[in-house]
């Protein structure tokens, strides 16, 4: 069965992130579920809030404590735990999507992948509302039995039923945790060890006194769950646990009307039922505690259901203790015609007569002005219920979570008027509803107008078109689109300078979750190609030779003296070698060799000569020899006066 719970939010619910030096923050368990933040600490395991990097989704990450991953026993209900949930397919369960070891790192890590359930515990909502109102308390423990009903039936105790265990979605749903402590109903339901497992403000006494466990006991625990939401409080309280384990064996769970007067006495005869010391006394199972429970709400009045915790109820008589009744099931039809009238309704009273009024003489009675004020005011609060409670108002029906057709119908045949809007939901699924507007139970004319907000399902953005941008443009329009920057690569492009962005990866135009990486590719310019050397080509050649590589030619409008003939290269720029292919390449023509005067030096000594040659810019060659006296110069080549290249040899001969 699918069941949906009002719940309120709590106001001033609190969360605490302490994920500060924990080595699990950032680490990816077994190649796939990436640990993001912590979210819960227990005694047996830390609960962790992750992603299933290989589908996409995020995950609850159940990972036990190091002392206890080297326990057979505890690696044992780990495992357990897996498989009987993954029996259940239920909406009120919490789902058990995997189970798992991870030895990457120290130190070794035994974990189980769960759904996710963002919201709130039923302990969050008790300890910031106190007591809840009976139908606040029924919409949230139907469910919880449900849960358990699916359970029982698959031949599985929960074992450990609590506040800490009953999770309220933000769209108000119910669902059931931590089934660690669950095992197979069988001939053998007694603790292997002689510890007590469960929390021991809801055991059961035959928990307590023989570690037994079977479906009753589940049933004890959800009447405890009852009295602790109708009245704020356990019904068993200590100095130390010891205390409150004497209790649960000694003392029988009293009334919840002693501590909240006023609640309807049929709540009073449920809870008494399904806390009975005596096991064969409760409910077999959480599906007959869930009939019972819903064969009474159907006899309650509205006043009975939304009164105030604290406040008197509408019958406002002191609670009757329920006596004994024999039965083996409380669903047995012919049992349930035996139990006390009000075990299934409201306990009907012969009225007491009202007492003789005597006229006085002479006069209409005492008793007429003050009754006649008294049936007025009467008149007139009746029809100011009348028009707020079922005339002209009436409640918003709860339709979170259910498809849009399905809720236009339930509001519309209550008489209201649909509009609805869309929005992005990554919890609600696609087409279902996110919330209303009046929300679920305001109390609004019956012919008012309810905007239904209707989930498109998680918002997935695209990548954006980012070729040809900067890199800081590029990260500026991924963070916009909600999305992440990945890794940077590097490639070659001939048609995107360097440094800019070529593509991504995932390409643009792909539609992906929100925060998802993209990596950008960057271009590191043109592949850089050989360069061929023209200098000394003429320019036609040279021209040729450099187009047929791929580059562009300029001829520099200067020429200059060189060493190349007149009319050919003298130089390039850039120079041959590895250059970036389709650059231009600027050509410098020569002039030829620089033309200067020879100075004369036939008669002077060989050393003034040769002086007087290199400073006109001339190398010298001296030939010839002297054995006596100061040798002299008789003849040069070129001759002197005419004209040679600068910087070409010239030869004299010297004796």
């Known amino acids: 069965m699918e069941a949906q719970a009002e719940v309120p939010r709590p106001p001033t619910l609190l969360r605490v992130d302490v994920t500060l030096q924990d080595p699990l923050i950032g680490r990816v368990l077994d190649g796939r579920y990436r640990v993001e933040q912590r979210i819960a600490v227990g005694g047996m395991a830390t609960v962790y809030r992750g992603v299933d990097t290989r589908l996409d989704r995020v995950v609850a990450l159940k990972v036990m404590h190091p002392g206890f991953a080297a326990d057979p026993e505890f690696v044992e209900r780990f495992i357990r735990e897996a498989k009987a949930v993954a029996k259940l397919s239920h909406p009120n369960v919490v789902g058990v999507f995997d189970q798992g070891e991870d030895h990457t790192a120290a130190p070794p890590v035994v974990f189980l992948a ?237 009225p007491e007569r009202p007492p003789v009024v005597r006229r006085r003489r002479g006069g209409r009675p005492r008793w007429v002005l003050p009754t006649g004020v008294v049936l007025v005011l009467a008149v007139l609060l009746a029809g100011l219920t009348w028009a707020l409670n079922g005339g002209l108002y009436t409640s918003v029906p709860g339709v979170l979570g259910e498809p849009q057709q399905t809720a236009m119908q339930t509001l519309q045949h209550a008489g209201f008027t649909v509009q609805v809007t869309q929005d992005f939901s990554a919890t609600v699924p696609k087409g279902s509803v996110i919330g209303t507007d009046p929300g679920p139970g305001a109390h609004v004319r019956k012919d008012a107008t309810v905007t239904v907000d209707v989930s498109k399902g998680a918002q997935r953005p695209t990548v954006p078109t980012l070729a040809g941008k900067s890199v800081d443009d590029a990260i500026k329009a991924l963070q916009q689109a909600g999305l992440a920057v990945g890794s940077r690569q590097q490639q070659g492009d001939a048609t995107i300078p360097a440094g800019s962005v070529v593509g991504t990866d995932p390409a643009a135009g792909t539609q992906v979750a929100a925060n998802t990486p993209v990596n950008l590719i960057i271009s590191s ?131």
């Not at 609640?263 to 449920?270: G, H, K, R, T």
């Not at 310019?525 to 450099?546: K, M, N, R, W």
């Not at 060659?621 to 040069?636: D, I, N």
């Open 114 to 350: 769960m759904e996710y359930v963002p919201g709130w515990t039923l302990r969050d909502l008790l300890r910031d509302r106190g007591a809840l109102s009976p139908r606040t308390a029924l919409d949230i423990l139907e469910p919880v039995l449900a849960a358990l009903g699916a359970a029982h039936r698959a031949g599985l105790v929960h074992r450990d039923v609590k506040p800490e265990n009953v999770l309220l979605t933000e769209d108000g749903r119910v669902k059931v945790a931590d089934f660690g402590l669950v095992r197979a109903v069988n001939g053998q339901t007694a603790a292997t060890t002689q510890q007590v497992m469960g929390t021991v403000s809801y055991l059961a006494p035959e928990q307590i006194e023989r570690g037994a466990a079977d479906p009753r006991t589940d049933v004890y625990a959800c009447g405890v769950l009852l009295y602790e939401m109708l009245t704020g409080a356990k019904p068993h309280t200590g100095e130390s646990p010891m205390h409150v384990i004497y209790q649960h064996l000694s003392t029988d769970v009293p009334p919840p009307s002693e501590r909240v007067p006023g609640l309807a006495e049929q709540l009073d005869a449920i809870t008494l039922a399904s806390t009975s010391r005596d096991a064969s006394r409760r409910p077999a199972d959480a599906v007959e505690l869930l009939a019972a429970l819903q064969h009474i709400r159907r006899g309650l009045t509205p006043a009975q259901l939304d009164a105030e915790p604290g406040t008197p109820g509408p019958q406002g008589s002191p609670t009757t203790v329920l006596p004994p009744v024999e039965r083996t099931s409380i669903m047995d039809p012919a049992l349930l015609r035996e139990l006390p009238a009000d075990f299934v309704m409201p306990r009907h009273e012969e």
């Open 525 to 655: 310019g043109p592949q850089p190609v050989d360069l061929p050397d023209v200098t000394g080509e003429s320019i036609d050649q040279a021209t040729s030779d450099l187009q047929q590589a791929g580059f562009q030619v300029r001829i520099a409008p200067d020429q200059v003296f060189s060493d190349q003939d007149a009319g050919t290269v003298a130089s390039m720029s850039p120079p041959a070698g590895q250059s970036q292919q389709g650059v231009t390449v600027t050509l410098t023509i020569s002039k030829g060799q620089q033309q200067a005067t020879v100075p004369d030096v036939t008669g002077l000594s060989e050393k003034d000569a040769q002086r007087k040659l290199k400073q006109a810019g001339f190398k010298v060659r001296s030939l010839g020899f002297s054995l006596f006296g100061t040798p002299t110069v008789h003849s040069q080549n070129p001759g002197g006066n005419g004209q040679a290249a600068l910087g070409s040899t010239v030869t004299i001969w010297v004796y």
